[in-house]
């Protein structure tokens, strides 16, 4: 703290600050702490992303559904993950929700049940666009071949719709990565949890903070990278 | 083979089937001509349900396909269908287009539904473009995948919806040609087209239908040459 705190009092330019040794030496000590901390982030979001994506697929079919019943479950389940904050979901599931149903919940369960929920929101109507993208065409010559509801959607409508829905797929696994960082605020020990942390040991905000979020960047990019490679294959084919 | 009864559809308040009724038999080719906004395509999908009829009754082979008891699916892989648009599966091949229900509907092995598939390729003469993409086709070769797609299903009917309307004129002519092929070996074809030339030369009997009804009709020379309704007239008239 004394060290930024002079800083600013003895007015170093930004310059000055940046070379700043002592920053420089928390940061690149506490380096390995940190991108385990990125790792737990990844793990979280990986898993969410796997059961999010389960959990889009069928409530995005529900919300397409023609019984009115599965309509109105997706409905509900979409508006409350969509309508609310995921700050407060955390909050909500954490401290309320799971308590009643399981013994001491660990924040990283909480965490992957509550992403996972949200991010099924999300995806439910990711899928439920990629699916009414499909020319209408396609589910008419299905069905003329004497497939039904489920064999069409299958064999003929969702292998089309997932090139749709990569973009906007990547999209939110690159928002749900950010977002991860929310579960720090029920000591979930991810990225920004030990960056907090760190920062609070030191107090060195632009070091601690800056390497953190350089670190959410390089992981955020990487996905990116990833999705645009994806689309292009998918392209080709 | 098919019959309709007393057919009647519509899409909100506007009245598209007003009331049909006809026979189809066994090796009949019926041609479906009439003025666009006749109601030929919605009368075509009712008879295999990709429309819900509002009342009527459609008989194919003795069945009922308008009791809700009866499994449509079923009844679907004895009538093919070709449209418009031709609807191939994009993400499959020409070939895979082919097998694809045969193998997954029918439950038929692979090999037999590869050899089944060639043989059909070699009927509509795209041998050569089993494991191309539908996008590397052109319109008539489209259209002609689809039919042997459709007929991969050893259907006892087959149903065309306007199958040379968005083609070139250049290919109407190769997929009229498979058409005609498939209706000297007996098939039962119901078409709904403009092409008056086929369903003079090919049909058996031709349906001219205006405003939701079958205004007249007959054998396909007597109807071209001499039509009765004042209607028909009118729009052969103009087509001719």
């Given amino acids: 703290m004394h060290a930024a705190v002079l800083n600013v009092i003895t007015g170093m330019s930004i310059y000055e600050y940046l070379m700043d040794i002592r920053g420089f030496v928390i940061l690149t000590s506490h380096l390995g702490y940190l991108l385990e901390g990125a790792l737990l982030t990844l793990k979280i979001t990986a898993l ?97 071949l004497g497939m039904n509801q489920v064999q069409a959607m ?17 999209n939110e696994f690159i928002m749900l990565l950010k977002d991860t960082s929310l579960v720090s605020t029920i000591a979930a020990e991810e990225l920004t949890q030990r960056g907090r942390l760190v920062y609070s040991t030191y107090y060195e905000a632009v070091w601690v903070w800056g390497g953190v979020a350089v670190i959410y960047l390089i992981m955020t990019k990487v996905l990116s990278i990833l999705g645009d490679y994806a689309e292009r294959r998918l392209a080709t084919e | 083979m098919i019959e309709v009864r007393d057919l009647h559809k519509s899409f909100g308040h506007l009245k598209v089937i007003k009331g049909i009724s006809c026979r189809i038999a066994p090796r009949e080719v019926v041609c479906v001509i009439g003025p666009s906004g006749s109601g030929k395509s919605t009368f075509l999908r009712c008879v295999n349900q990709l429309e819900q009829v509002d009342s009527g009754q459609i008989f194919i082979d003795g069945q009922e396909l308008t009791n809700p008891r009866t499994d449509i699916n079923k009844i679907r892989q004895q009538v093919g269908m070709v449209f418009q648009l031709f609807n191939l599966f ?129 054998l396909p020379g007597p109807l071209f040459d001499n039509p009765q309704n004042p209607r028909t007239k009118a729009f052969l008239s103009k087509v001719l």
């Fill in chain 2, 90 to 218: 994009p993400h499959r091949t020409t070939l895979q287009n082919i097998t694809m229900a045969p193998i997954h509907i029918k439950g038929m092995n692979k090999r037999k539904a590869e050899d089944m598939a060639m043989e059909l390729l070699r009927k509509v003469g795209l041998v050569d473009k089993a494991s191309v993409y539908p996008a590397q086709l052109s319109g008539g070769q489209k259209q002609r995948v689809a039919i042997a797609r459709a007929l991969a299903m050893q259907p006892k009917a087959m149903l065309f919806d306007e199958p040379t309307s968005s083609l070139d004129p250049e290919m109407v002519g190769e997929v009229l040609a498979v058409m005609k092929d498939l209706a000297l070996e007996g098939m039962t074809m119901v078409v709904v087209t403009h092409e008056m030339g086929f369903a003079r030369e090919v049909g058996d009997r031709v349906l001219f239908m205006d405003e939701g009804l079958i205004v007249e009709e007959g």
């Fill in chain 1, 154 to 170: 299958w064999m003929v409508i969702l292998p089309q719709a997932y090139k749709i829905v990569i973009p906007p797929l990547i």
């Fill in chain 1, 48 to 144: 969410s992303v796997a059961f999010g994506m389960l959990l889009g697929l069928i409530f995005g079919l529900f919300k397409m559904s023609g019984s009115r019943m599965l309509r109105f479950i997706a409905a509900i389940y979409i508006d409350f993950f969509r309508g609310t904050p995921l700050f407060v979901q955390i909050l909500l599931m954490y401290f309320g929700v799971l308590p009643l149903i399981m013994d001491k919940p660990s924040p990283i369960e909480a965490a992957v049940i509550t992403c996972s929920l949200n991010s099924g929101a999300y995806i439910a109507e990711i899928v439920r666009a990629g699916i009414q993208a499909v020319d209408k065409g396609q589910m008419e010559a299905a069905r003329s």
